[in-house]
């Protein structure tokens, strides 16, 4: 009996593999893949690095004739500033441009996928490196999805308390709550089905490990730093928003370490001398 347990494990890592192809745009460059699973990688694959001077298209295809548009999700993303993976929304680099992407527009933890007014459901990846300073790439999964209208997810600042500044930052002192409050922007609602907040489900990512769900909810941060957060809307059609919340939180320590007791004087006695320290941050 012991015999058959290492011999049915190969068969289930064989089976898992078959299903689970890995797609590196070098490999497939000028490719149309027809695939509604899988990993898409950059030149260097799972283990290494893209390398300098590239130029690779790759497009991806659903085979489901019900979920018929194509959905990449990113677990890993790394582009050096310098280079740029494009992507559009169709069969060709002629499509509407859905955006250009690096580290300083990441993609990481965020999807990608083909427009409703996208009628091939097609997504093709157009990925261009200069000649130094790369990075580790990317891992993308693939998924098939029905057709989807736009998401946007946003914070909502006038209900968000602390309100945020003009540049979306979250300022608050140590030990402070803040209230968030999230909305979808639904440009295309009733276009094939409608959209509402009501009928959304709202995932936060604090930034510190942590994260909750609701259009309303409240977190005490436990450490003086920045954190960067993000919000998740999916509509009742299971589409994502696909944008940056682009929202920082900023906590601030008390910058007086402590002030020493005022010292018992007369009204003779000449001078004061109140000493203030002040704790570094």
């Keep these: 009996m012991k015999k058959i347990f290492p011999v049915l494990g190969f068969l289930i890592v064989i089976s898992l593999n078959l299903y689970s192809q890995d797609y590196l745009i070098s490999t497939h460059n000028g490719d149309t893949i027809t695939d509604c699973s899988g990993f898409f990688y950059d030149s260097g694959g799972a283990t290494s690095d893209y390398g300098n001077g590239e130029t690779y298209i790759i497009t991806f295809k659903s085979n489901n004739i019900i979920n018929t548009h194509t959905k990449v999700y990113f677990d890993e993303f790394d582009i050096d500033p310098t280079d740029t993976l494009y992507i559009y929304d169709g069969t060709t680099t002629s499509s509407p441009l859905l955006g250009a992407y690096n580290n300083t527009n990441t993609l990481l933890f965020y999807p990608v996928q083909a427009s409703i007014t996208n009628s091939s459901g097609n997504l093709t990846f157009k990925f261009r490196s ?40 979250v300022d608050i002192c140590f030990h402070d709550t803040i209230k968030f409050v999230g909305s979808g922007v639904f440009p295309q609602n009733g276009l094939v089905y409608p959209q509402s907040n009501a009928t959304s489900t709202f995932e936060w990512d604090f930034g510190d490990g942590t994260t909750a769900t609701g259009q309303t909810v409240t977190h005490l941060y436990n450490q003086v730093r920045g954190y960067n957060v993000a919000l998740k809307i999916t509509d009742s059609h299971g589409c994502v928003s696909t944008n940056s919340l682009g929202t920082r939180v900023r906590i601030a320590d008390n910058p007086l370490a402590s002030i020493h007791p005022i010292p018992s004087i007369c009204s003779r006695e000449d001078s004061l001398i109140i000493t203030i320290g002040f704790q570094n941050n």
């Design 130 to 169: 200069n000649g130094s300073d790369v990075g580790t790439g990317w891992k993308g999964t693939i998924s098939c999805i029905p057709e989807c209208q736009t998401v946007f997810s946003v914070l909502d600042a006038a209900l968000t308390m602390p309100n945020p500044t003009d540049s979306n930052y």
